[in-house]
């Protein structure tokens, strides 16, 4: 099974400042998942990647799966980013059912 | 597009009664769905799921029960709830093939007291 590892747990910065969070993972995978959770509960995909980088808007995704790791990050951090981000791999190599990480709970002070 | 709609948002219910949280795709035909939960303080942990009508397979062994009564209807349901069952309940769907993006629902707060 894979394990997922996120850092930092919780993180407090400043608005404006720039964001990375990051995933670390155990098994190789076909692609690797960054969801954001608001605090009504509410879960949204924010990027599915496989290899390289992805950017929307001020987001950027990251990943290296020789060294099966993946980074978030956010630039000209907003308040409204506050929120908890979860990184998500597969189980296994080719499987769909996905394995979490805990979550990292971002709060962007104005 | 695809959407995916989950209800009773919220709910309270006593211990020892039943439970039964529905969720509904549009807009994909024959898709992946999946249960998670969330418990207070911990990440997302799979529950069941289904490739198809009728298909379940359930990942930890628990008072939960899913059926898939119609491609895009996926229900969680308990004869008689447990206070460990309190927690924050996800529908999802993926469809295609593997690493497809994952839509989540918007969730149902299950509270047993």
């Known amino acids: 099974k894979n394990e997922v590892e996120q850092s930092p747990q919780n993180l407090t910065a400043q608005e404006g400042e720039f964001i990375t969070i990051n995933c670390s993972y155990s098994?190789?995978?076909?692609?690797l998942h960054w969801l954001q959770q608001h605090p009504g509960g509410g879960i949204v995909s924010l990027f599915m990647l496989s290899s390289g980088k992805k950017k929307h808007g001020r987001l950027i995704a990251t990943i290296n799966i020789q060294e099966k790791h993946s980074s978030l990050h956010i630039t000209a951090s907003h308040p409204r980013d506050s929120a908890v981000y979860i990184c998500a791999v597969p189980s296994n190599f080719g499987n769909e059912k996905l394995t979490f990480g805990t979550g990292t709970r971002l709060t962007i002070i104005p | 597009s695809q959407t995916i709609h989950q209800w009773p948002a919220t709910l309270v219910q006593p211990v020892g009664s039943p439970l039964s949280l529905e969720c509904t795709v549009e807009g994909t035909s024959n898709p992946n769905l999946y249960w998670y939960r969330q418990a207070a303080g911990r990440g997302l942990q799979l529950l069941f799921y289904?490739?198809?009508?009728?298909?379940i397979s359930s990942e930890v062994p628990q008072n939960l029960s899913a059926s898939r009564p119609q491609d895009r209807q996926f229900i969680l349901s308990s004869k008689k709830l447990l206070l460990s069952d309190s927690g924050f309940y996800l529908c999802a769907f993926s469809w295609g093939g593997t690493g497809n993006t994952i839509y989540f629902g918007e969730g149902s707060w299950l509270t047993v007291v």
């Open positions: 289904s490739v198809g009508i009728g298909q």
């Open positions: 098994v190789g995978i076909s692609a």
